[in-house]
């Protein structure tokens, strides 16, 4: 496959307007349900059909990485920790697979870039592209075959994914390391300055605030000569894991998916997945507004309004997750309930 | 039952702690989960056991009742749709049906003083004190008898629902008209102006919010005079199913049951609940923030940050249903993550 993409249709604008219509019928008064209105007609309008079908098969699809530049110090825990997340992701203790199972959807877990020697089985690994990545605040993430590699294999886990009765997606990611690349795509695509997007991640002391600022500022001089080239700017700033979620959520508006983005990382990845294939955002919804100041610059850049903000900042797809039973919630509502004229409700 | 409500208990402050300490060992960096944990902690307290236990028969009671002061055009919608919108949820086409259903949570419908001729079902009807209310602007909307027994209803309902198990409760409430008794209510609680509290409710245009301000205001020189006592306030400003929905909201605390607050009807009788009960609502927690203007009050009077802030505006509980998920979530993941030494992953 290559790095290119086609044309981004729009969700289907007819679809909407039945669906915005259909809610007005609705046994409550206009507009009484708020967001969750505007939401069961995206999700009507993403699938061209109205009333909407509840979602059959919501999946996370978790991107796990590692990052050359834990090696600076710019992370509260040591890079050896993605791994045995990954065994936990696995095993079902994480909040993730918590969620997941409250929310009705199902996780898989893929290894694009985990730094381990841990015998991961074949379905987690089948996309690996590398161990880590190369330290951008001094070197290129990856190379060239590499960004290539991570962009094909997040398409064909779009595709999978969909092909496998997927109707409704959401990345998540695990990677110690993985906001300070974040920080740096987001701001050298929004135009910000580091101390803008630096957060505290996984929670850090001021001495490493410190230190992955450092890291962003030397990382962002890199990046900002490659910023107009989303392509070149993954491979210079991102990460095998990163580069595929940006094709992946940019895959699912190609494959007219509908997505609840999480947080900061994801942000990161789309980000770059509307600059690989413009209008795909169109098909993607905010699931949270994180604690991480970078995630702000995002939604605005982007132009989505989270649905919750609950102060979360744990990624691996929770915050998606969260939101995704009031999407449950939109969906059904607008497809299940009674009309006036069914009920024999009087109209106001 | 007398309307006086027993000392109400804190939740467990040692389960808290507890709860607090095994959040900490969970694998995620701490804190990670922002309001989650706060929630998780909160029902663990609540149940007085850590890890927390989820929750089995999440149960909704919804209180139906007409409101005299309909008769002064208050309202977008005829009071017959309360009577034909006790026949929709009975039938499960209701918002909150959908919601529920999502949820995990079952709806009991309760006909505290709807004003129809229609046959509903004993098990509707057993609680019923009267049709409609008197119109508040100008008399009392219940005699003195008919509050102590809709206090007694209340209470009686909360009781029948633990003892069968309800482990999570949610009020719910049906009533054209309702907002206006509400808007009196927290007007007199919180010693606020007529215009501070009277919202679009329905969706009601110019010429009825001036009558609905109207009501309010001369409703409220009646009611102030009663605001210190809180059963003559619900006999002066309430209504039956305010009168129950409060006293059902006191005695959840009385059965050390936590309880997700919906709007701002449900708020007004949580308002009146803290009188009755004072500590009632430490076993509270606000699923939403209403578009109605007195909802804020309501809020901050009883010291209570939203989980969710998505324009509803419905009632029914639909808003309280929004936010189950999240604390299920909340309530599992303190109950099922696997611990930094269970998961063998690495603390920061």
Do not use: Y
Not at 59 to 77: E, M, N, P, W, Y
Not at 88 to 105: E, Y
């Amino acid at each position: 496959m290559s790095t290119e993409f086609p044309h981004i249709p729009t969700p289907d604008a007819a679809t909407h307007r039945a669906a915005e219509a259909r809610h007005l019928e609705l046994t409550k008064p206009p507009g009484s349900l708020g967001r969750l209105e505007e939401l069961g007609v995206w999700v009507s309008a993403c699938q061209g059909q109205c009333p909407p079908r509840p979602f059959a098969r919501p999946r996370v699809v978790l991107f796990a990485g590692d990052h050359g530049i834990t090696a600076q110090g710019v992370s509260a825990f040591p890079a050896e920790v993605t791994g045995q997340m990954v065994a936990n992701f696995l095993a079902g203790g994480a909040a993730v697979n918590v969620m997941a199972s409250v929310a009705g959807a199902t996780v898989r877990v893929v290894d694009l870039g985990v730094d381990t020697d841990a015998e991961l089985p074949e379905h987690v690994t089948a996309h690996k592209i590398r161990r880590s990545s190369g330290s951008i605040d001094r070197e290129d993430a990856l190379t060239d075959a590499e960004v290539d590699a991570a962009i094909a294999a997040g398409r064909a886990l779009a595709d999978e994914e969909v092909d496998g009765g997927a109707d409704l997606l959401i990345a998540g990611e695990m990677g110690i390391g993985n906001t300070t690349p974040a920080a740096v795509l987001i701001a050298a695509l929004s135009g910000s300055e580091p101390v803008a997007v630096v957060g505290r991640g996984t929670g850090i002391d001021d001495q490493t605030w410190m230190r992955k600022a450092t890291a962003v500022r030397d990382a962002l001089r890199r990046a900002r000569r490659v910023s107009a080239h989303p392509v070149a700017l993954l491979r210079t700033a991102g990460s095998a894991d990163i580069a595929a979620m940006a094709a992946f959520l940019a895959q699912a508006a190609v494959r007219k998916t509908p997505v609840l983005l999480d947080g900061v990382v994801v942000g990161a990845a789309a980000l770059v997945a509307e600059e690989l294939a413009p209008g795909a955002s169109e098909w993607w919804r905010a699931a949270h507004k994180s604690v991480e100041p970078a995630h702000a610059l995002v939604l605005e850049q982007l132009n989505l309004t989270p649905i919750l903000d609950l102060d979360l900042r744990l990624g691996e797809g929770t915050g998606a997750l969260a939101a995704l039973p009031l999407l449950s919630m939109a969906t059904r509502v607008l497809g299940e309930m009674s009309t006036f004229a069914d009920a024999g409700v009087s109209e106001g």
